[in-house]
């Protein structure tokens, strides 16, 4: 396993529980101290997935990620104390992947460090042998070889997991899955009883494909069962 790994935290007794326990899974492993830190090691490359503290000396999470998401599409993963749902929807609107909430157990940390890793190989495989070059339904096109989405003409910029969940909408069009269903299929873990994620990610890309997103064409809710993607 070659992954690399950059630990943006700047309690160092977390920081380094949370390398001892990477590296015994075969991560390289990487501690920036603080967010000026973290955003120049993020930005000189190398890295496959930046776990990233909230509350940071100087420059916080949200800087830090809104920064990297200009030139990084590799996972993000928001490690936060803080229970407030404003900052977990703050986090993944600026295009963090997933967020862990503090005290965790070092193991689930590395399940969901892999959980991710794989997603991202696997999106990277399937974009790569797809035969389909793009794939429209009404106005919303995506263009598979180049991540590209366009809604009746004009690109819309879309975060990684956001580009994930619409492909799998539009490849499977009309079917229902929960909100429990989804996380599982596209940040590639169980659910463990928080749905805001998913939530989350629906709105934005609801914002980005609708035309009227309190009355959406596209993605459509099924209440009591979940979302599906319409002709």
């Known amino acids: ?25 075969g991560f390289a ?8 830190t973290g955003l120049a090691r993020g930005e000189s490359g190398g890295f496959d997935l ?28 928001m490690v936060t104390a803080r229970q407030e749902d404003i900052d977990k929807i703050r986090g993944l609107g600026l295009g963090a992947d997933d967020y862990i909430e503090k005290p965790f157990s070092p193991s689930v940390l590395v399940a ?64 229902v899955f929960s909100r429990e269903t989804l996380y599982e299929k596209i940040w590639g873990m169980d659910a463990m009883g928080d749905n805001a994620t998913v939530v989350v990610h629906i709105n934005r890309l609801r914002e980005k494909i609708e035309a009227d997103p ?3 064409r596209y993605i459509q809710t099924v209440w009591g069962a979940g979302y599906r993607f319409c002709v």
């Open 50 to 77: 930046i776990l990233l503290d909230l509350m940071l000396p100087g420059m916080d999470g949200f800087a830090v990620c809104r920064a990297l998401r200009k030139t990084l599409t590799i996972p993000i993963l």
């Open 112 to 175: 969901r460090v892999k959980a991710h890793l794989a997603m991202a190989a696997r999106l990277a495989q399937t974009a790569k042998a797809t035969k389909q070059a793009t794939i429209s339904i009404g106005g919303v096109c995506i263009h598979t070889d180049t991540h590209r989405v366009t809604v009746d003409g004009n690109e819309v910029e879309l975060k990684n997991k956001e580009y994930e969940l619409l492909l799998f909408l539009m490849e499977n069009v009309d079917i």
């Open 1 to 25: 396993m070659n992954e690399k790994i950059l630990i943006v935290e700047d309690d160092k007794a977390i920081a380094e529980i949370e390398r001892d326990y990477l590296e015994m899974d």
């Open 214 to 216: 309190a009355k959406p």
């Open 29 to 36: 492993v990487e501690i920036a101290p603080d967010g000026e």
